[in-house]
Structure formats: C-alpha cells, structure tokens
C-alpha cells in the first residue's frame, strides 16, 4: 500500500504517466525514464498530467476538486442534507472521521502524489530545451500548482491562519513537499505560517513566468494572483488580499456573469467568470464519485438543500429577484429521493459525470475585496464590491451603503453553494457553522480539520509525524 514518501519519491514511469490533449482522446504520450522530460512538449505533458493525477476514476482519484472535495465545506454546514444515505459522505457530514477512514486517506495521498508529479516535473526543467518563454510559462503552471495544491492540503488538515492564536505553533502546518524526495523519507510538519509563506512564495515566484493570456484550463498569471489573495485572505494579511483582488478585478480579462447569463452557463467551458476550471470529459472523470453525481436525485443525492436554513429560503423567495434562485433545482416529484438540489453540475453531453469544476471564479475575487476591506475599514469600504456583484445577480437591486460581515459571509453562500466556500468563509472569520445534525461547530473545534491518516503516522513514527489535535 503506498504512502505519502512514495508518492514525493514516486518512479516516473508510473506518475508522470500524462498527455497531450487527453481532454479530447485517450492518454497518449507516457514519460517513462529519466530523460523523459527534455522538450517543451514533453514538459506540457507533465502539466497536463498534474490534472490528470485529480480527475480520473480509472486511478482510483477520490476527495479531489471534481468529486467530493467540491463539495466538503458545504456538506459540514446545515445548508444540505442527505437526501438518501448512501455512507459515502455519513461521516463528514456529521464529523466522525477518524484517522483509520477513508477520506483522509484519499486527499493525502491524491494531492501529495500531485505534488510528486509536480516536483520531479519541476527537477527536469532546467535540461528542456526549447523557447524560454514557454519553458519559462510551464514552469510557473507548476510553481501555481504546487501552491495550489499545498492551500487545499492546508484547507484539509490544518486550521485557518486567521483564526488562530498562534501561527508559529510547532507541527500546526504541513509537510512541504519542495522537491523530489527519497522512498524512505520521513516529513515532519512544519508551521502554519510557514505552510502559508510557501504557498505565497511559489505563486510570487511563478507571476513574472506565466502568460497573461487566457486559455482553457491552464494556469496563468491571473490564476496565481487570485490564488495569492485567496491565501492572503486565509492568512489574515487583508490588505495584500485587498491589492491582489483588486487587481484581477480591475484587469477586466474576466467578466461577471450577467443576470441574463448566469442560468446557462454551468454546462459550458470557457465562461466569463471561470478564471481556472478542471477540465474533465466523457473518458476522464470521477464517475459516481463526481461532483455531480453527490447533487443528482439519480446519483448518491448526498447534497440535498436543507429546505429549513436559511440559504434555502432566501433563494425559494421570489420576492428577492434573485437570479441565483434559478439554480435550485426542484426534484420534489422524483419518484425515490425528492427535493431541492444544485443546478450548478448538470453535466455536458447528457452526462451527469461530466462537470468542470471552477476552481476560482471572479465572484470570489470580489468577495475576497469585500471581506478584505471590511477588515481594513469597516463596511462602508467593504459595500461596492457586494453591490457590484448583486447587481449582477439581483434585478432591480439598490446600492447600499455599508454591509456587515454577516452579510459578506450570506453572499459566499448565495453565490458559492456546492463549490466548497461556505464552512471555509465562516470560520476563518472566528465564526461557527450549523452541523447537518444540528450543533454548533465553532471555529476552532477540533472536529474542523481531518485526521492525519494512521498509516502516515506509522510509517514516520508519532514522534516526527504530529497527529492532528483531538485523533490522537
């Protein structure tokens, strides 16, 4: 059984497994030995094979972006509930992971073995020979993913930043995975602030190397800036987070979605909002564990709307113009699980298997610039950035003239529902959530991170490796 070493030391013959174009075809290029990666087409084989490692059922890949990770921060709140229980989500949902289950398993090992395809990608660069901006532009695509995937390890199994006490605490962090590491190596966890200083320091240093230009499902200089705020804002450093949103905001490269667009544009690729998507197709994707699967009355129905909280009854209103309301979708007929579910996965071709999940959109940059300013000066400065993206989303809306940080942290919920925002926003904000059992959740319950896995922990020892408070 592999562990975590195995996959930062992994052979490339095996994980550097990827391809040229296999959104549209059956993988079709394996690096295979140590001189694999030697042109600017092999390294661009090595990119696409860092998506590749997160999407495909046929590896096994669970707890990634396209299945239930997409939607973790939404089954910890009361907003959902079970429309049938499958045992698929029973034991997140209502906090009873252990360090012996799956899930804890699945997101260590998926995103450090990402994390191996992207270090030993990283390792080969220096010997591609090829033009240097491409070369150069590759490069930070992987610098931007191994930041990105480091903040969603961080997300899993670390609390936030900016709600704790102490970010210089001993074994509060992650292992960092900088390099290419051998098959017995032994990782000790480092701090919260160090977690978080990396992830800054990659995405700082892959900005000058990426193209500004858009191009579906790459990373770009504008994907690493709104990452930058995004852990910005997680790390309580409120003004660059301000800066950086700010920035992608005033580029106009994106667009918000329009109140005539935003029903239709969950089935398509390539929108205005979608500033990073996973790509997945009718060959590459989680199957039954995909994102849409979890909000479909003919998949596992795990993410129903809870229709008593009050996310749901703002967006059942019709009073409130809302177009957001349009993305609740009312299965109360369906003949075996009845009720309300996300509109946002409905599939592309017919196949419920087969949604792109955005990663980062421009509505969160905006929400960023929100909760950012509030911070910084109160409600008054946080008020235009909700206004702007309720008066794409509400006909008729009314400018106000200062919002609460209750209302920034609504709007995540408005907006983000089923795209793994809402338990997130609330508690880097010292705030609780609502379990789907009914109790309290506060920011700083144990219960908010996962367990280290056990065999993680046996194989370092208990005295290098540091279990997670309260799995002990």
Same mark, same amino acid.
């Given at each position: 059984?592999?562990?975590?070493?195995?996959?930062?030391?992994?052979?490339?013959?095996?994980?550097l497994?990827?391809?040229?174009?296999?959104?549209?075809?059956?993988?079709?290029?394996?690096l295979k030995?140590?001189?694999?990666?030697?042109?600017?087409?092999?390294?661009?084989?090595?990119?696409?094979?860092?998506?590749?490692?997160?999407?495909?059922?046929?590896?096994?890949v669970r707890?990634?972006?396209?299945?239930e990770?997409?939607?973790?921060?939404?089954?910890?709140?009361?907003?959902?509930?079970?429309?049938?229980?499958?045992?698929?989500?029973?034991?997140?949902?209502?906090?009873?992971?252990?360090?012996?289950?799956?899930?804890?398993?699945?997101?260590?090992?998926?995103?450090?073995?990402?994390?191996?395809?992207?270090?030993?990608?990283?390792?080969?660069?220096?010997?591609v020979?090829?033009?240097?901006?491409?070369?150069?532009?590759?490069?930070?695509?992987?610098?931007?993913?191994?930041?990105?995937?480091?903040?969603?390890?961080?997300r899993?199994?670390?609390?936030?930043?900016?709600?704790?006490?102490?970010?210089?605490?001993?074994?509060t962090?992650?292992?960092?995975?900088?390099?290419?590491?051998?098959?017995?190596?032994?990782?000790?966890?480092?701090?919260?602030?160090?977690?978080?200083?990396?992830?800054?320091?990659?995405?700082?240093?892959?900005?000058?190397?990426?193209?500004?230009?858009?191009?579906?499902?790459?990373?770009?200089?504008?994907?690493?800036?709104?990452?930058?705020?995004?852990?910005?804002?997680?790390?309580?450093?409120?003004?660059?987070?301000?800066?950086?949103?700010?920035?992608?905001?005033?580029?106009?490269?994106?667009? =918000? @979605?329009? +109140? &005539?667009?935003?029903?239709?544009?969950?089935?398509?690729? *390539?929108?205005?909002? /979608?500033i $990073?998507?996973?790509?997945?197709?009718?060959?590459?994707?989680?199957d039954?564990?995909?994102?849409?699967?979890?909000?479909?009355?003919d998949?596992?129905?795990?993410?129903?709307?809870?229709?008593?909280?009050?996310?749901?009854?703002?967006?059942?209103?019709?009073?409130?113009?809302?177009?957001?309301?349009?993305?609740?979708?009312?299965?109360?007929?369906?003949?075996?699980v009845?009720?309300?579910?996300?509109?946002?996965?409905?599939?592309?071709?017919?196949?419920?298997?087969?949604?792109?999940?955005?990663?980062?959109?421009?509505?969160? =940059? @905006?929400? +960023? &610039?929100?909760?950012?300013?509030?911070?910084?000066?109160? *409600?008054?400065?946080? /008020?235009? $950035?909700?206004?702007?993206?309720?008066?794409?989303?509400?006909?008729?809306?009314?400018?106000?003239?200062?919002?609460?940080?209750?209302d920034?942290?609504?709007?995540?919920?408005?907006?983000?529902?089923?795209e793994?925002?809402?338990?997130?926003?609330?508690?880097?904000?010292?705030?609780?959530?609502?379990s789907?059992?009914?109790?309290?959740?506060?920011?700083?319950?144990?219960?908010?991170?996962?367990?280290?896995?056990?065999?993680?922990?046996?194989?370092?020892?208990?005295?290098?490796?540091?279990?997670?408070?309260?799995?002990?």
């Open positions: 059984m592999k562990k975590i070493f195995l996959f930062m030391g992994f052979a490339a013959g095996i994980l497994t990827s391809c040229s174009g296999f959104l549209d075809t059956e993988p079709s290029v394996e030995d140590d001189d694999a990666i030697t042109t600017v087409q092999d390294l661009q084989n090595a990119v696409n094979g860092v998506a590749y490692r997160l999407i495909d059922y046929d590896n096994g707890f990634s972006y396209t299945s990770f997409g939607i973790y921060a939404d089954i910890l709140t009361n907003d959902f509930k079970v429309g049938v229980d499958m045992g698929q989500t029973t034991a997140i949902s209502n906090y009873l992971v252990t360090q012996n289950d799956n899930y804890p398993k699945f997101g260590y090992n998926y995103y450090y073995g990402a994390l191996g395809n992207v270090n030993k990608s990283l390792s080969y660069v220096p010997q020979e090829g033009d240097e901006a491409e070369i150069n532009d590759l490069k930070g695509q992987l610098l931007t993913w191994r930041a990105l995937l480091h903040f969603d390890l961080a899993m199994f670390c609390h936030i930043p900016a709600s704790v006490q102490d970010v210089n605490a001993e074994n962090g992650l292992v960092l995975a900088d390099q290419v590491y051998p098959a017995d190596y032994k990782g000790k966890r480092s701090t919260l602030k160090a977690t978080y200083d990396f992830i800054i320091k990659d995405l700082t240093d892959a900005m000058p190397l990426l193209s500004k230009s858009v191009k579906l499902g790459s990373m770009n200089y504008w994907v690493a800036l709104s990452l930058r705020a995004r852990a910005y804002l997680y790390a309580g450093d409120y003004a660059n987070a301000l800066k950086d949103a700010q920035e992608v905001i005033n580029s106009n490269v994106y667009k =918000l @979605y329009t +109140i &005539a667009d935003y029903p239709g544009v969950w089935d398509k690729e *390539g929108t205005s909002e /979608a $990073f998507e996973l790509r997945v197709n009718d060959n590459h994707n989680n039954r564990y995909s994102v849409g699967y979890y909000n479909s009355p998949g596992y129905a795990e993410c129903v709307f809870n229709e008593k909280s009050p996310l749901f009854l703002y967006l059942s209103n019709a009073a409130n113009n809302d177009v957001r309301s349009q993305l609740v979708n009312d299965q109360t007929s369906h003949p075996d009845p009720g309300y579910y996300s509109g946002k996965y409905p599939g592309r071709g017919g196949s419920v298997y087969v949604n792109n999940f955005k990663i980062v959109r421009l509505s969160e =940059l @905006y929400l +960023i &610039a929100a909760e950012a300013a509030f911070h910084l000066n109160g *409600g008054a400065a946080a /008020a235009p $950035f909700i206004n702007q993206l309720r008066q794409n989303r509400i006909t008729g809306y009314t400018d106000v003239s200062s919002v609460t940080l209750d920034i942290l609504f709007e995540y919920e408005k907006e983000f529902f089923t793994n925002q809402i338990a997130f926003a609330y508690w880097r904000n010292k705030r609780s959530v609502t789907r059992g009914g109790t309290e959740v506060k920011y700083n319950d144990d219960r908010t991170i996962l367990p280290i896995p056990q065999r993680e922990i046996d194989f370092s020892g208990k005295d290098v490796l540091i279990q997670n408070p309260g799995y002990e």
